[in-house]
């Protein structure tokens, strides 16, 4: 819910994508200026291009050596002028799903639609880069630093935060979702097993809390650092050559290339790996443990353990000690990257995708949601059509679930094909797609 807010945050400030929203509210403290930040993975994602970057708990200060005047560095950064940003949505009230934000805000409701509004003061905190060529000249890094001595020791990337944007003063954030009576609301409510018309979520987000953040590439060498002002154009996507394929082709070539070694595998494997995805989409406990163990095995040639105390997630871990070393890589690489798509997903569709496995139309959505991503879903929010051919299902309630799965990524649709894309959904678009993907590939075994 957390992730979902600072993701709006930065799409509405940040156009350029330059800032990285906080995906935790309870790590938040670890994104403030200065903090020391390693590169978690060397690859990132169309439906993720921002870095996967891993706190430390360390900031700049604290590996550097002594300076002469023996003060800290902590308050180096500026702040700017706080400045509100305000967000209003209406969705029409006939009988479907209602996704809204209202945080200690305006709700006006009338009889044929639901507006909400969604307020925050925030302000930025940066450090110029004449502070930090002063200090890099003034002072070196601490090679004998427990933390400088482990890193040298892998090919992990360092980056310090050297800009944040955190909430000016406390609000409350508050999510709904209500049902009015619609079929694809009451798919949301009775897969979430909720039990209720109505479905609630609060967040409250403290005065000082980091939000997004960015960081600036750190080289050491021999007690000497460099800052890499000048790294851009890492997370670009670039696009496809194919005039009706759109972004399609791009994520197409990704995905096919993560998830090549699915298609070497026995039916028997790829059944345990389906049924561990499947028990991992229901239980975010498990999901991060399943993701550590697969980002142990790609980051440690040894000590690392495939055992759990869940009898969901040792299936596979058993299976996986039988794979040789290079196939063991292509397959923990794999599932990681079946994961961070998950990731990227609301709870609500994780369970509405369960219950799409259960009906068997996963294969359907799949080729609608490709349908989605050949339009620009980037950049234009403009209203297109896709085939309507597509959103016809055996079952009233197949649409119904698929409409409100789709819906959840950032796509109005109708039942004639019309569409409406909100908030730029590229990156969105593109999990649900890579999500539907696996699981039609792995559901193949069954």
Known sequence: MFKKLTKCIVNEMDPSKE???????????HFRPLYLLIEKRKSNHVFHPAPYYERTGFTLDHVLLPGGDGKS???????????????????????????????????????????????????????SRDSLEALRRE???????????????????????????????????????????GLKAKFVATVSAKGTRENNQSIAIPKGCTLAFNTIPLQIRDGAWELDYFRRG?????????????????????????????????????LIILNTIKAVMGDNNLLQELSHKMEDILEKNDGYELKSESTKLQALFSTLQHFRRGDLLLLAEGITYVLDALHELMEDQLLLLLESLERKIVSQQLKLVGNLLKHDLEYRMENFRVDAGLLSFPHAEDQKLTIAL???????LQEDGSA??????????????VALYALNLLSGSE
């Open 19 to 29: 800032m990285v929203p906080v995906e935790s509210i309870a790590h938040q403290e």
């Open 234 to 270: 890492d997370y670009i996507i670039a696009s496809y050559e194919g005039p009706s394929q759109g972004n399609l082709g791009v994520v197409l070539i990704e995905v096919e290339n993560h998830c090549q070694i699915f298609s070497k595998l026995s039916p028997d494997v790829l």
């Open 73 to 127: 560095i902590e308050s180096l950064h500026q702040d700017s002028s706080p400045f509100t940003l305000t967000k209003t949505s209406t969705d029409q009230a006939d009988g479907g799903l209602s996704i809204s934000v209202d945080p200690a805000s305006v709700g006006l409701q009338g009889a044929a639609s639901l507006s909400n509004v969604f307020s925050i003061k925030t302000q930025k905190k940066s450090i």
């Open 420 to 433: 409406v894309p909100t908030d730029q959904p590229f990156e969105a678009v593109a999990a649900l797609f």
């Open 139 to 181: 002072r070196e890094i601490n090679m004998n630093h427990s933390f400088i001595r482990q890193l040298r020791q892998t090919d992990f990337s360092l980056f310090v935060v050297t800009e944040i944007l955190e909430a000016s003063e406390d609000v409350v954030y508050t999510e709904s979702t209500t049902a009015n009576g």
């Open 406 to 412: 789709v819906e959840l990524s950032g796509v109005q």
